[in-house]
């Protein structure tokens, strides 16, 4: 029997320890910070704030690039000969990432590609389905484990509200921005992503805690979310009361297991601080 090897991108914010206890193998993005190139998940979140605060300039973002995906890959085959790979990435829309792994595999045998049409907690979801599925049955065959996985892909709902606008306007990631109208009127989006795309679909006018909860309760009044798990992000800069106010509602709401997700460098560079969100899986 083939071992089966899941593969994903550090844009997933997939917590160390789930990636460590499943074998998940995390390749990084990028983080361009004062004309120096960083790896995401070697550079502290807290030294991007800081560096907004001295200069008033957001660092940008760029992908895994093709060479970085072979070698990602090469590695992986030979620490696991005849292995699996089937790899669920970032976003295709938002991100070259995924254009460039499926140049890196063009010569590679027994990699699958699932574009997963989300990011961060949302892309996360996706991942933790795979593994559950993986785990569950661990004879599958890879085909017929990728027709499951990329089944779920257009079942996996983000929703999240940026800490700060600023963050979010230099990243240039949400295409429908304007529609927002002025900050100075403490508007803040709600981002989703529909067909991949990073879209705002909703206004929220308040403080950060208001919005927390009236994101969350709309949320799971839009979407029949699969009770077993929920994942809630932050960046960090988030009021812990709020985290707090988010455990209770997610109980209330039958919950059974809620996992927080810390926003790494890549996303925490288009989010800005005290941002959260909520993804999961329809059922």
């Known amino acids: 029997m083939r071992r089966i090897i899941l593969t994903t991108e550090s844009g997933a914010d997939l917590p160390v320890e789930l ?8 390749v990084p993005m990028h983080v361009i910070m004062d004309g120096q190139d960083y790896l995401d998940g070697s550079l502290p ?19 895994t690039n093709s060479h970085e995906y072979l070698e990602f890959f090469t590695k992986i085959k030979i620490e696991y000969p005849d292995c699996t790979i089937i790899h669920i990435g970032y976003t295709s829309k938002a991100s070259s990432s995924f254009q460039n792994a499926i140049i890196a595999t063009e010569e590679l045998n027994d990699i699958f590609l699932i574009d997963a049409l989300n990011v961060t907690g949302g892309l996360t979801a996706i991942v933790m389905y795979a593994v559950n599925l993986l785990e569950n049955d661990p004879s599958i065959d890879p085909v017929r484990l990728v027709e499951k996985i990329e089944s779920i892909v257009p079942k996996s709902r983000l929703a999240f ?3 700060s606008l600023d963050f979010l306007r230099a990243g240039g990631r949400v295409s429908n921005l304007a529609y ?53 992000l932050y960046s960090i800069g988030l009021d812990e009361k709020i985290k707090q106010r988010m455990d209770v509602v997610a109980k ?32």
Request: proline fraction near 3%; aromatic fraction near 8%.
């Open 180 to 232: 927002l109208g002025g900050a100075l009127l403490k508007i803040k989006p709600r981002i989703e992503l529909v067909d991949g795309h990073l879209v705002s679909t909703k206004k929220y006018r308040g403080n950060m805690e208001a919005i927390s909860e009236k994101l969350m309760q709309e949320y799971l009044n839009q979407y029949n979310i699969n009770r077993e798990q929920l994942f809630l």
């Open 252 to 283: 209330e709401a039958g919950f059974e297991n809620v996992k927080w997700i810390e926003a790494g460098a890549m996303i925490s560079t288009h989010a800005g601080p005290g941002g959260v969100g909520i993804a999961g899986l329809e059922v």
């Open 45 to 63: 979140v807290t030294d991007i704030y800081d560096y907004y605060e001295r200069t008033k300039k957001i660092p940008s973002t760029t992908s």
């Open 161 to 163: 509200v940026p800490g």
């Open 19 to 26: 990636a460590e206890k499943h074998n998940i193998q995390v």
